[in-house]
Nanobody, 122 residues
Framework: QVQLVESGGGLVQAGGSLRLSCAAS????????LGWFRQAPGKEREFVAA???????TSYSDSAQGRFAISRDNINTVSLQMNSLNSEDTAVYYC????????????????WGSGTRVTVSS
């Protein structure tokens, strides 16, 4: 059974930082890209960042670029370091696995986690 389990969400003040982690299991993820999406209240789910299976290729949304950093800690674990958070970052953050970074960036994921909530207070 494939599982993507997110952790690290919570409440943080504006300007603060959070680190999200995702642990994948159930299939060999050595050839999958891993990434993060988010869905704010009343909005559609959007791409945040993705990293290739090797960890050498990354992609970020415009809103994440320069503030967030995605890393592939090992084959089955991906982290998202989020800095300079603001109220617009409040959302449920989802981990996802896909064929490659490009497909994840267009929301073509094969597996999804159930999400972890991030709330940024102003």
């Amino acid at each position: 059974q494939v599982q993507l389990v997110e952790s690290g969400g919570g409440l943080v003040q504006a300007g603060g930082s959070l680190r999200l982690s995702c642990a994948a299991s159930g299939v060999p993820f050595s050839r999958y890209a891993l990434g993060w999406f988010r869905q704010a209240p009343g909005k559609e789910r959007e791409f945040v960042a993705a990293v290739s299976w090797s960890g050498t290729t990354t992609s970020y949304s415009d809103s994440a670029q320069g503030r967030f950093a995605i890393s592939r800690d090992n084959i089955n674990t991906v982290s998202l370091q989020m800095n300079s958070l603001n109220s617009e970052d409040t959302a449920v953050y989802y981990c996802a696995a896909g064929v490659n970074v490009g497909m994840l960036a267009t929301a073509q994921a094969k597996y999804w986690g159930s999400g972890t909530r991030v709330t940024v207070s102003s």
